[in-house]
Every structure is written in C-alpha cells, then in structure tokens.
C-alpha cells in the first residue's frame, strides 16, 4: 500500500521536478533558514533516497517522458548514429561530444561541483556618476 506523503513531502517532489537539484527543492519546501548547506544537502538526500518519494519521481519522469516521446534507449541511439555520422565527415569534436552526451544519459558520467570558500552572500555597490574629465 502507498505510503501518504505530508504536504512538505509533496512540495519536495514538485519542486524538484522543477528545478532538478534536491537542495534547492530542499530549500523551497521545508524551512531550512539557518540550516548549514551541509545539513541541507543530507536532508535533501535523505529524502530522495526515501521508497515512495523516489518512486513517485521516477514515475512523474516517465510519464513526462512517454508524454514527449523520449526514452532513454531512443536517446542512446540517436546519440550512437549522430556521433557515427560524424566520424564518417571527419567532425571528431561532434563525435566524441556526442558519445560523451550518450554516457551521461546513461549514468557512466557524473558532473560533480565542488565548492570552496565563502557561500556568505557578497554585496557590491556601484556609484554611477557623469564622465571623467579625461573622456571629454
């Protein structure tokens, strides 16, 4: 039997869909104000992790999917004739792009960011004033 999701859990799952990035689906549906990125970053995953969310996502994905007439095996030959076409013109740039846009449609690649330094927001102040004397 389906587990009921809480109204925040719901959220989570909405925006995700949206936006693609837990985190941030983290921070716009539950109060996360004060929370460390860190904390943030757990608690998101611990959410996609959860049976029922991730299965609920996974099949919002699908039916976006059937709906746009996409799927993954669709995609991966599409990409595996595209990179071969362009082989066959010497263009190896656009077939290897195309090989590596087929590894990470399936999972082989991961894009990881790390960051480092401050996450404290900067404020720059611009004061607009006439021309200088020398750009007369």
């Given at each position: 039997m389906?587990?009921?999701?809480?109204?925040?859990q719901e959220a989570f799952i909405r925006a995700y869909l949206?936006?693609?990035?837990?985190?941030?689906?983290?921070?716009?549906?539950?109060?996360?104000?004060?929370m460390k990125p860190e904390t943030?970053?757990?608690?998101?995953?611990?959410?996609?992790?959860?049976?029922?969310i991730a299965g609920r996502i996974a099949a919002y994905q699908a039916k976006a999917n059937e709906r746009a007439g996409v799927t993954l095996?669709?995609?991966?030959?599409?990409?595996a004739q595209l990179s071969e076409e362009a082989r066959?013109?010497?263009?190896?740039?656009?077939?290897?792009?195309?090989?590596?846009?087929?590894?990470?449609?399936?999972?082989l690649y991961v894009e990881r960011v790390e960051h480092s330094g401050s996450l404290e927001p900067v404020i720059v102040t611009f004061s607009i004033t006439?021309?200088?004397?020398?750009?007369?």
């Open positions: 389906a587990q009921k999701l809480t109204a925040k949206k936006c693609g990035n837990a985190s941030e689906a983290y921070r716009q549906s539950y109060d996360a104000k004060g943030i970053n757990k608690r998101a995953s611990e959410l996609l992790s959860e049976r029922e095996a669709d995609h991966l030959t599409r990409m066959e013109v010497a263009q190896f740039s656009a077939a290897i792009r195309a090989e590596e846009l087929r590894a990470k449609a399936s999972g006439g021309p200088r004397d020398d750009d007369k």
